[in-house]
């Protein structure tokens, strides 16, 4: 199997093969992610696709789910990924479901159309990492879109029928913008219709611009229970009908099957241990993690 550098397969995914169709992130300015900083993003060749897939056949031969890599494959455009997606099907023939990573501006240059195209050829749910609804919080950490990108490119998932998940980014906004990062990104979430939203706590890894940031006094990261008041307030502005995570960069599991109808539930769970954690070691470990 042909993998560039760092190989992230999604947690909560289930269990499936990793084809990896581009390397690296097309982005790769976030001011929290240190996670392709050694890898120059471009497409994976060809050959190492048809390849890679033939490996896959010889030893998941009946397999009927894909995942795909690395940070934004969907960024391909639709004529590259429309024969990715006959490659597929010419050597897994059981395939229905593939998965991807993707940035909210990885579908402004796909039409409903063909976003309907790529859904009837497997591409049925997508990983958005739309990370806050907050324009001033993606300014500041160069997400290189705006909140009003985040609706109209998940309005076009919704016609096309394309599942989508969004994760909100706990803490990315530091002290002084917490609140609203935690309402806003809840009132752009609300407007869309995730079947996942999910959660993480921000890590300052090292090589990251936040990091340098705090260092230099210009970055005041919450504490662990401002990240856990922070959720709570996202969550209690938030509403939609799906299943609700949260990432180890959390730290409590608020895993929830159906987060309408268990909202309340989240948050008794939420505030208990605000009230009752030990913040220290939760800091410590926080402080211990070297990757997502």
């Known amino acids: 199997m042909h993998y560039a550098g ?15 169709i581009t390397q ?19 497409p994976s060749p060809i050959e190492w696709i048809e390849e890679d897939l033939a490996e896959i056949a010889s030893m998941y031969p009946n397999t009927h789910r894909l995942q795909l890599l690395s940070a934004d494959p969907f960024v391909l455009s639709f004529e590259q990924l429309d024969e990715i997606c006959d490659l597929v099907h010419n050597y897994l023939s059981d395939i229905e479901i593939m998965t991807m990573a993707a940035r909210v501006d ?42 009003k990108d985040i ?13 989508y998940w969004l994760t909100f980014l706990n803490g990315l906004a530091g002290k002084e913008h917490s609140k609203d990062h935690a309402i806003n990104s809840a009132k752009i979430f609300s407007q869309c219709n995730p079947t996942v939203v999910g959660t993480g706590g921000l890590v300052l890894f090292e090589g990251t611009g936040l990091l340098a940031q705090y260092r230099q006094g210009k970055f005041n990261p919450l504490s662990e229970k401002g990240l856990m008041e922070e959720l709570k307030l996202f969550i209690e502005n938030l ?16 895993n929830n099957s159906n987060f309408k109808e ?26 211990n993690k070297r990757s997502l």
Request: glycine share 6%; charged share 30%.
């Open 106 to 147: 990885n579908i402004k240059d796909k039409t409903v159309e063909e976003l309907e195209i790529l859904k009837s050829k497997g591409i049925v749910e997508l990983n958005l990492g739309a990370e806050s609804g907050d324009d001033w919080t993606l300014k500041r950490v160069n997400k290189g879109y705006e909140s």
């Open 262 to 287: 268990n909202k309340q539930r989240i948050l008794d769970s939420l505030q208990h241990g605000i009230d009752n954690l030990d913040m220290d070691r939760l800091t410590q470990i926080r402080n």
């Open 24 to 42: 690296g992130c097309s982005h790769n300015k976030c001011k929290f992610c240190n996670m392709y900083s050694a890898v120059k993003f471009k």
């Open 151 to 163: 609706l109209k490119q998940c309005s076009k998932l919704d016609e096309a029928g394309i599942d």
């Open 6 to 20: 760092t190989v992230y397969r999604n947690p909560y995914e289930p269990p499936s093969p990793l084809l990896e």
């Open 239 to 254: 509403d939609f009908d799906g299943r609700f995570i949260t990432h180890h960069t959390f730290s409590m599991n608020l």
